[in-house]
């Protein structure tokens, strides 16, 4: 009976001692692993716990309640951490208060949906890569997904390389006679006749008024590489042909410039098409130099710093431990600042020229945010070339940028209205 007693006031004094500790993720330079600490404190709030991001506080820190199980997955997933004695916590508090840093809490994971077509294709997704090395887990959605209205159970949804102008990316010149092209031409036709649409182009069109329609909403939308102009175009020539014959054998409208609607844009705006099937270009909203060696750093890209208390949104979206990141390449690269709507909010710029990388904005009840360029650790990403392997990148600021997006919608003050 004794050794009973002493058994359970052991394991009392040892919940004590946890509840008056905290736990710190910090995501300053000694992190270990700052893509699966994304992860944990995803893991974290899954488990019913809530978590206060520390924006700007180490480098965007997470504090959380202390607990035995918590730290042994830390350490499965080789996540830095340090215990915060309770005592502590109101000198953090002030620091906080203090200096340009804000606490915010995430209370609940949000769910996660990735646009991506059911058949492989030569080439990977950056986003699907962090969330799996991350252990974020997500749902596979398409086009029949999207028109059915099966998004309203997501919280956010990520588009990567998908064309919604529905010219499979403008590749013809290159890989017209590829056999995935021409199975993604195949499989696409089949599947826009099987919606009701008699052209791609115009079933790609309804995708992304569906699209846009999640984010009025209240969806978060997260795009990279050439979803980010794609799906802006397709939205301003609702109606319109703008996709040259060989792609969907229909003429291209000869006024099809004048009778863009750029009201119906996310952020750009005044850009000209660029109806040519031999460029490798949709429109002039894209600046894509592929001549420049990665050596020049002409493509690295600077992190604005934002008020934490007053800019919260974007201060949550560009935490990182650096403010300097390299640049890299896609079928997007970056934005021309001459296309960017004013009402965006430009949280990334090129070093070298009017071009922003990385820009943010409010749409209705939801918010968008593009980030220009295809995998943040491949300069130069090819057709075929084989994914980024994480294990050696695991500090990567590129890929921060992506899984800060992730986390956003656990805020608070910004989470899906329901």
């Known amino acids: 009976m004794k050794k009973l007693i002493f ?20 995501m300053d330079t000694n992190q270990n692993n700052h893509l699966k600490a994304y992860g944990l404190a995803y893991w974290i709030l899954q488990q019913g716990e809530k978590i206060e991001w520390l924006l700007n506080y180490r480098g965007g820190s997470f504090l959380t309640n202390d607990s035995s199980p918590l730290r042994q997955e830390a350490s499965i997933r080789g996540v830095s951490f340090e215990i915060i004695p309770d005592s502590s916590i109101p000198n953090l ?32 997704d950056a986003v699907t890569l962090a969330l799996t090395y991350a ?45 995935w092209y021409k199975q993604q031409s ?4 089949a599947a826009a006749r099987e919606a009701g649409f008699s052209t791609v182009p115009q079933h790609k069109n309804a995708v992304a008024r569906s699209i846009k329609a999640f984010v009025s909403q209240g969806g978060f939308l997260f795009a990279m590489c050439a979803a980010c102009d794609s799906i802006d175009i397709s939205l301003a020539a609702t109606g319109v042909d703008i996709v040259p014959p060989e792609i969907d054998g229909t003429p ?25 099937p031999l460029n490798y270009e949709f429109s002039n909203i ?62 990334g710029r090129v070093t070298s020229g009017s071009r922003a990388k990385y820009i943010h ?13 295809h995998d943040p650790e491949d300069y130069s990403h090819k057709v075929g070339d084989p994914p980024t392997n994480l294990d050696l990148h695991k500090n990567s600021p590129g ?16 989470k899906r209205k329901t």
């Open 7 to 26: 058994i359970l006031s052991f394991l009392f004094l040892s919940n004590i001692s946890f509840a008056q500790n905290r736990f710190l993720i910090y």
């Open 93 to 124: 508090y002030q620091e906080i208060e203090n200096n340009n840093m804000e606490r915010v809490l995430l209370e609940k994971a949000p769910l996660v949906a990735i646009y991506t077509p059911p058949e492989k294709l030569p080439w990977d």
């Open 135 to 179: 252990q974020i887990p997500y749902d596979k959605v398409w086009d029949k997904e999207v028109l059915t209205g099966k998004l309203v159970k997501y919280d956010w949804l990520h588009l990567h390389h998908e064309d919604f102008t529905g010219q499979y990316g403008k590749f013809y010149s290159s890989f017209y006679n590829a056999p």
């Open 186 to 189: 195949f499989n696409y036709t």
């Open 252 to 276: 291209v409208d000869p006024n099809a410039q004048e009778k863009l609607d750029f009201s119906q844009t996310f952020f750009f705006t005044n850009f000209k098409v660029d109806t040519n």
């Open 286 to 347: 894209d600046i894509s130099n592929y001549d420049i060696p990665e050596s020049s750093g002409m493509e690295d890209f600077t992190l604005f710093e934002f008020s934490a208390k007053f800019d919260p949104v974007p201060a949550m979206l560009t935490q990182n431990h650096t403010t300097k990141i390299r640049g890299f390449f896609g079928q997007t690269t970056s934005f021309s600042m001459l296309t960017i709507k004013d009402s965006a909010i430009t949280m």
């Open 361 to 373: 904005t409010n749409y209705r009840d939801g918010t968008v945010t593009f980030y220009g360029g």
């Open 399 to 414: 890929y921060r940028l992506i899984l800060n997006n992730i986390l956003f919608p656990a805020a608070k003050k910004f």
